[in-house]
């Protein structure tokens, strides 16, 4: 069957990798869409920290940069080019960061209204903090009090997803100003530690955007471990 087990079926797995280097973290969603593609597993979500890591999406210009990989790396940053749509972003501890693996051939192959669900979880992940956050027209994220929250950045191959949603917790904010986030010059930036007086940690805050990812998508999540998911790739 093309594509694999899909939203009919109702089954997915949802994966926590605890802090997991990014360059890793990209290794495995490349194994799992492949194996995704070929129908060997469900859609999933893989949930993660990094260590602080700036990453350079397709729309990334140089003067997006305020350093290079020798100022960031003396800094204590990493960075990587990376195949996701988008301008730089950073990644560190105290942030959520979620890579869906989505079949989007049976939920119509449609990219927009993908991103769209993405928001859609953000936002009610948001709301159940008691934070009111929404989008901006032809912006993508998820925004509070004019300031950023939550950052995307996709890639799709052969209709299947990687790359994903990165959601601040309580990361350092001050690592944000090593470069212009999301490529818009002036964003602020903001998180859920600075909007609410008792905030969830990383791993606290995971099994509610699970919950909401599984709403949205249509899914039943079944929490699995990485070393499971290795015998069912065979990696």
């Not at 890639?155 to 212009?180: D, E, K, Y």
Request: aromatic share 6%.
């Amino acid at each position: 069957m093309e594509g694999g087990p899909g939203p009919q079926s109702g089954l997915g797995y949802v994966c926590h990798l605890g802090v997991c280097g990014y360059a890793e973290a990209t290794d495995r969603q490349r194994l799992l869409r492949q194996r995704r593609r070929a129908g060997l597993l469900p859609d999933l979500l893989l949930l993660t920290e990094h260590p602080a890591t700036y990453t350079c999406g397709r729309g990334t210009r140089p003067e997006h940069l305020h350093g290079d990989a020798r100022s960031y790396a003396r800094a204590g940053i990493e960075l990587h080019e990376v195949e996701r749509g988008g301008s730089a972003t950073y990644h560190g501890p105290g942030q959520l960061v979620g890579y869906p693996i989505v079949d989007l051939r049976p939920r119509g192959r449609d990219v927009h209204n993908y991103m769209r669900n993405l928001e859609q979880v953000l936002i009610r992940t948001l709301a159940g903090l008691g934070i009111e956050a929404g989008i901006r027209p032809g912006l993508t994220g998820v925004w509070t009090g004019g300031r950023k929250v939550a950052a995307i950045g996709i890639h799709v191959s052969q209709w299947v997803t990687m790359h994903g949603f990165a959601i601040n917790v309580a990361p350092n904010l001050a690592h944000f100003r090593g470069i212009v986030p999301c490529g818009l010059s002036g964003e602020e930036v903001t998180a859920i530690a600075e909007l609410v007086e008792e905030p969830p940690t990383v791993w606290q805050l995971a099994p509610r955007v699970t919950r909401h990812f599984a709403a949205v998508f249509e899914l039943e999540l079944e929490l699995v471990s990485w070393a499971a998911l290795e015998s069912e790739t065979g990696a």
